[in-house]
C-alpha cells in the first residue's frame, strides 16, 4: 500500500519545492502555458475576426477533426477528473455511463439537429427559436436562462474543481491563482474567437489524453494489473470503518455494475436510460457551447464527422479518470476513501467524504518530476478548455440575443466590442464566485452538477424536439411549456438544496419525495409534464404561419438529402 507523504514529503522539506511540486514540474507548467499562449494567437492572427461569422462560428471553416477535438475538450473540463476519478472512487463504473450515453446522442446531434439549424443560419440556439416560433420572449429567456447556468454550474464546478488541485499541489493563493487562469482563458477569447478557442482545445485534448494515459498505465501498473485493481477495489476499506465495526465506507457491492437496480441509490438502470437520455438531448443538441462547435464545421460532412470523433474520445473516461479514481481508492484507502465526518473535515474541509481528492493524490503521488508538472498542466489546459468555450459561448448568446434587442441598429464592430466586454465581465463575476465554491466544499461534486441539470434542463429539452420534429407546436405553447416546466424544477431544486445530505451514520431527516425519487427521475416526470403543456396549449391556441413550419425537421432535411 502507498502511503501518501512516505517519500515525497521528506523531499518536499528541501529546496527546489514549492508546495508539492519539483522545481522541474513549475518550468513544465510554464512551458506549457507558453506554448498553449503562441498557438492562441497565432490561430487569432490567422482567423477572420472582423465579422460575426468569423468570431462566433470560425469563418464555418473548421475540419471534422478540429471540431470533434472541440467538443470533446469543451465537455471534458477540470469537473470531470475530479467528478468522475472522484465518484469511481466511491461507486465504481456506474458514473461512466453518463459518458457513454453521450456517443449515442452526438449521433443525433450530426444527423438530427444540426441539418435543422444549418438550414435556419443561424448562430445561437435561441435565435433558432425565434425563427421556429416568431416573437423574442422565449429567445431572450433562454439566453438568460443559459448564461445564468453558464456562470452558476458550469464556471463554479470547473472553477472549484481547479481550486482542489491548486489546494493539493501548490498550496498558492487561490485567489491569485484562479486569476490567472481566467486571465489567459479570458485572453484566447477576446483575442481570437471561435478559431482560437477551437485550436487551443485541439491542443489541449490532446495533452489531456496523453498525460491522463501515462497516469492510467502508472496506476494499473502500481496495483497490479486490471484484475487486481477489481479484487482490491472491494476490500479497500479505511480503518474507522474496520475498528469502529461499521458499514460506513464500503465499497458498494454493484461497483463493477454499468447498469443497476431501478432502486439504486445512485444510478438505477431507468433514470440512466431514459433520464440521463433527456439531459444528455439538452446538453449535446441544443447547448449553446456544444452546438457551436459543430455549426462551426466547412459543411455537414465534417459536422458529422466531428460528431463520430467527439463519440469515439468518449469511451476514453471511463479507463483514465474512472478506472484511476478506483484505483486512487486502493492505495489510499484512509483519505479517499475516508467515511468519518470528522476525520474527512480534517483531511479534505468535507464531512460527507473526499473521493474528490482522488485524481489530485493520483498525480502527486505516482508521478514522476516534471512529469507530475504535465499532469498538472493538463489540469489547468482542461479547466482552460471549458472556460474559453463557455466564454466564448456565453458572449455570442450575450451579443446576438440579448445586446441586439437593447440596440436594435448595433453595427457589428459594436457587436464584436461588447461581445469582448461581456468577457471580461465574466471573468469578474468568476472571481468573485470563488468564496461561494470556498463555502460549499463537498464530496458530490458530480452530483450536484447533473442534478441541477435534472431540474433546469428537461423542459428546454422538450421545446426543442417538439420544434424539431412537430410542426404544430406555436410559440404560445412552447412558452408556457417552457414557464411551467421552470416553475417545477425550481420548487424541487430549492426544496433538495434546502436541506442538507447527511453524513455517513447520521439521521435522513429529508422528505420521502426527495429521497426516493431520484433526480433522474424527476427529470423524466418534467419532460413530460413540459411536452404535454406545450402540446395542449399549441392545440387550444392559433396555428404557427407557414414561414416558421419551414423551419423544423422534415422540411431542413430535404433541403440537404433530396
Not at 467528478?83 to 449515442?104: K, R
Not at 470547473?158 to 489567459?184: C, V
Amino acid at each position: 500500500m502507498v502511503v501518501p507523504g512516505d517519500v515525497s514529503s521528506a523531499e518536499q522539506a528541501g529546496p527546489g519545492w514549492v508546495g508539492k511540486l519539483h522545481w522541474s514540474d513549475i518550468v513544465v507548467i510554464v512551458l506549457y502555458f507558453v506554448f498553449v499562449i503562441f498557438v492562441g494567437l497565432w490561430a487569432a492572427k490567422k482567423s477572420k475576426r472582423d465579422s460575426l461569422g468569423g468570431y462566433f462560428l470560425a469563418s464555418r471553416s473548421m475540419h471534422f477533426s478540429l471540431v470533434g477535438a472541440s467538443l470533446f475538450a469543451s465537455n471534458i473540463g477540470s469537473g470531470h477528473f475530479i467528478g468522475l476519478a472522484g465518484s469511481g472512487a466511491a461507486n465504481g463504473i456506474g458514473v461512466a455511463v453518463f459518458e457513454l450515453n453521450a456517443i449515442f446522442v452526438l449521433i443525433m446531434l450530426g444527423w438530427l439537429f444540426v441539418p435543422v439549424y444549418t438550414a435556419a443560419g443561424v448562430f445561437t440556439m435561441p435565435e433558432y427559436l425565434r425563427k421556429r416560433f416568431g416573437g423574442q420572449r422565449i429567445r431572450v429567456y433562454l439566453s438568460v436562462l443559459a448564461i445564468l447556468l453558464y456562470v452558476f454550474t458550469k464556471i463554479s464546478a470547473d472553477l472549484y474543481a481547479g481550486a482542489i488541485f491548486i489546494e493539493q499541489s501548490l498550496h498558492w493563493n487561490l485567489y491569485a491563482s484562479t486569476a490567472i487562469l481566467l486571465f489567459i482563458a479570458a485572453l484566447f477569447t477576446i483575442t481570437g474567437g471561435l478559431t482560437a478557442v477551437i485550436w487551443t482545445d485541439t491542443l489541449q485534448t490532446i495533452i489531456m489524453i496523453i498525460g491522463a494515459l501515462a497516469l492510467m498505465v502508472l496506476a494499473f501498473i502500481k496495483v497490479g494489473g486490471y484484475n487486481n485493481a477489481i479484487n482490491i477495489f472491494f476490500h479497500s476499506i479505511p480503518d474507522t470503518t474496520i475498528y469502529n465495526n461499521t458499514t460506513c465506507g464500503l465499497p458498494p457491492a454493484n461497483s463493477m455494475n454499468l447498469m443497476r437496480s431501478i432502486s439504486d441509490g445512485n444510478y438505477p438502470w431507468t433514470g440512466m436510460m431514459f433520464g440521463l437520455t433527456i439531459s444528455s438531448v439538452w446538453y449535446w443538441c441544443s447547448d449553446q457551447v456544444i452546438v457551436q462547435r459543430a455549426l462551426a464545421a466547412k459543411n455537414l460532412s465534417h459536422a458529422k464527422g466531428g460528431c463520430i470523433l467527439a463519440g469515439y474520445l468518449k469511451v476514453l473516461p471511463l479507463y483514465l479518470l474512472v478506472f484511476p479514481g478506483m484505483i486512487a481508492r486502493i492505495l489510499f484507502p484512509n483519505e479517499v476513501g475516508c467515511a468519518d465526518p470528522d476525520v474527512c473535515y480534517k483531511l479534505c474541509g468535507s464531512r460527507s467524504g473526499c473521493t474528490n481528492i482522488a485524481y489530485p493524490w493520483l498525480v502527486l503521488e505516482l508521478m514522476p518530476h516534471a512529469a507530475r508538472g504535465l499532469m498538472m498542466a493538463v489540469m489547468m489546459s482542461a479547466l482552460m478548455s471549458s472556460l474559453t468555450s463557455i466564454f466564448n459561448s456565453s458572449s455570442t448568446i450575450f451579443t446576438v440575443d440579448i445586446w441586439t434587442r437593447i440596440r436594435k441598429n448595433a453595427s457589428e464592430m459594436e457587436q464584436l466590442i461588447v461581445g469582448r466586454l461581456f468577457v471580461i465581465i465574466l471573468v469578474v463575476v468568476g472571481i468573485l464566485w470563488i468564496p461561494v465554491i470556498q463555502a460549499s466544499k463537498g464530496s458530490e461534486l458530480f452530483v450536484y452538477i447533473q442534478s441541477i441539470t435534472s431540474y433546469l434542463a428537461p423542459p428546454v429539452c422538450a421545446v426543442y424536439v417538439l420544434a424539431i420534429f412537430w410542426k404544430r407546436i406555436n410559440e404560445p405553447g412552447a412558452f408556457w411549456a417552457l414557464m411551467v416546466g421552470l416553475v417545477v424544477g425550481l420548487i424541487r431544486f430549492a426544496w433538495e438544496f434546502s436541506y442538507s445530505s447527511p453524513a455517513c451514520g447520521e439521521e435522513d431527516t429529508r422528505p420521502n419525495i426527495i429521497t426516493n425519487m431520484h433526480y433522474l427521475h424527476f427529470g423524466i416526470l418534467l419532460f413530460f409534464i413540459t411536452a404535454i403543456v406545450a402540446v395542449v396549449v399549441s392545440l387550444l391556441t392559433k396555428p404557427i404561419a407557414d414561414k416558421h413550419v419551414t423551419l423544423y425537421a422534415l422540411y431542413s432535411y430535404s433541403s440537404f438529402y433530396v
